[in-house]
């Protein structure tokens, strides 16, 4: 197989020149299996090296492929014949590449490796190998594509390694680190008599109780050891959770539901054992930080929770399984990986499965309530989430209710990105704290923004981040930073030298870490750009209209017509836009795109941009998108932010509002990112607006009715007439700051 993809390999570099890093990483990073395995040891060295160049790795993370490396080292001098020999050589290699490690990190980085050189590690490796290969046996008559053969090639090269030499590479880590960490299976009771599996981790060194940090999961991943070793050799007791239903926890689970009641019990549970000293916290990430804001809730919250730290949280209702009123297909991806006991990841991560079954849904012109039947994979959460479209008291009465924020009476640490796709559910528990919360416990909540992902913004950054490399004050360890608060909370020590106020922003394109008490009082003034039809001269594009800074003095309207019911060519749809290149959303002939002149001065923006964008449609309904672009003076497209609005919810989404058509109707664009950016002097802004009209999205057909349910075989054009003028200024607001 090697042999065969190397060849694959080799035509692509004869048709293709890589250019784009991103592009040319994953390409290196699938030649070092395959010249590991067809015995180019300094070949794989090189790709490596290569790799490092394009992607550094920040001092607190284990460098790219260090095993790999240490592997292909130790065979350019010693052939892998299973002698001693060649054991030694691998250790030597091992013990070098670890001792690079920053020494403020090593031990973090070599504790959290214990936790993935084990021999359930192995298993899984072996176990998703497995499902690689059924699923080829039952989706593709027996194939693998390239992409599934490469990652077939690389599971085995990392279960490889671990099956031969894992004993080895246990005695190099336990020779830098000699901490020791127990891990104990236990079952925790509830009240309605099922128990949830959990896993404690101790260091064997603590023998008095310590606090502990309690994380709820329904990801059973089998990793859970990576965080709970560093959590363990730096002071914590940390108890992983599974969420009832999954793995070897008892009862049933419904996503999103069950968690504010578990969580009570499970706090009461952990704060009785005698290695616990009666303090508990909670930490996580994503739906590991929406169950947080559920163990908080006045009636479940336990006398014993001390402190919470929710980072990138989901919005139940807010950003998923609905996001600005609308439902998208990626919530039946995620709703078949947690179905069952164990996750499904072969089919979650089957990128060209879930790609051909949501554009069959959307060419067909099929319902979108009917996608769990397209993909062949029946689904309850998916059937009962889309039966209610409104912000109805289903949503509303799982998230905290402003009592709940009231009674808050703990230290609170949250976390999110510029680029996490659950930015909107993060901010929105902070703005409802902000909103209802009393003044104690508000003076005790912070919040770390910067620019990262949703994964990064959980534990450690990448170097890169949405295909940008990361200025390097943004680097920062984040794990580091919530055990850092919680010894200042739970334990008494310094306030942690990294907060700068209620809230410590990264300010990008300054290279610095600033705070701020909150982002109203961060900014002290606007720009506002008016959409007007005035033409911008572009050879890239015929028509492109003008941002403007003045207010237009008569009235005019720009006319965007759309055919909803059209499915666009696939090969747009999932075409990829190279980095910092516009030639695709500019050569679009569905969009309309504004630009404004160049900025006589630098700004730095200070929260999210707002869109109040006037129109008269001739449809009831109707989902519309925009999106806004820094142009900067060498020409590199860089996005700032992104909108959608159901024009049904765009007063609110709790009970929807159709549209009179021929009455002008002020979209608003509720979920814009919050991202603060010095944009430099020179640098111009785009914005685009079209309707919605993706396989990535449920399809508005404008209608009126249920949109999940509706579907046509006719034509079905929306008309959206934009208004500029005195009375109706159709314009995009950026808030700035001289701070």
Partial sequence: MASKLDELQVEATKNYTISDPTSLYYFLNDYVAINTFLGRNNKAIENITELRKIRPTPAYRLPAKLQILAWNRAMSVHKDDGSDGFRDALSKSLRDEFNQADADFRNDIVNQ??????????????????????????????????????????????????????????????????????????????????????????????????????SLSPYPSGGEALKGNVFATNGYIYVYVDTRGRRESEGDYMPYEDDARDYYDIIDWVSKQSWCNGQVATSGGSYLGFDQWQAIRKKYKHPALKAINPMVSVGFGVDFPRNAGQFYPYILQWANFVSGKELNEAVFYDRKFWNEKNYALYKNRIPFVKLDSVAGLPNAFFQKWVSHPDFDHYWQDILPNKEDYASIDIPVFSITGYYDADQSGAMYYYNQHQRYGNATALNDHYLLIGPYEHGAAQWQPNATQSGMQLEKEAQVPIYKYVIWWFDWKLKGRQKPAFIKDKITYFETGSNTWKGTSSFKNLTTDSLELYLTPAPVINKKRKELFSLSLQKPSGTASMKYTHDISMAIDSAFVFAQPKPFDDSLYMASPYNMVFESAPLNKDIIISDKILARIYATLNVPDADFEISIQEITPDGKDKNLAFGNVRARYRNGEEKGQLVKPGEVTELNFHNIYIYIKRISKGSKLRLQFQSTNTPYAEKNYGFGGVVSHESTTQPRIIEASILTGKKHSSKIVIPVTDK
């Fill in 113 to 214: 490796q214990k936790g993935d050189y084990t021999s359930s590690i192995t298993e899984l490796y072996f176990d998703d190998m497995k499902k690689i290969i059924e699923q080829a046996q039952q989706r593709s008559g027996n194939k693998l594509d390239q992409g599934g053969a490469m990652m077939l090639l690389n599971l085995y090269l990392e279960y490889m390694l671990r099956k031969k030499y894992q004993p080895l590479v246990e005695s190099v880590l336990f020779g830098i680190s000699p901490a020791r960490v127990n891990e104990i299976n236990v079952k925790i009771p509830m009240r309605d008599g099922i128990k949830l599996n959990a896993y404690v981790y101790r260091n064997v060194a603590d023998t008095s109780g310590q606090p502990a940090v309690i």
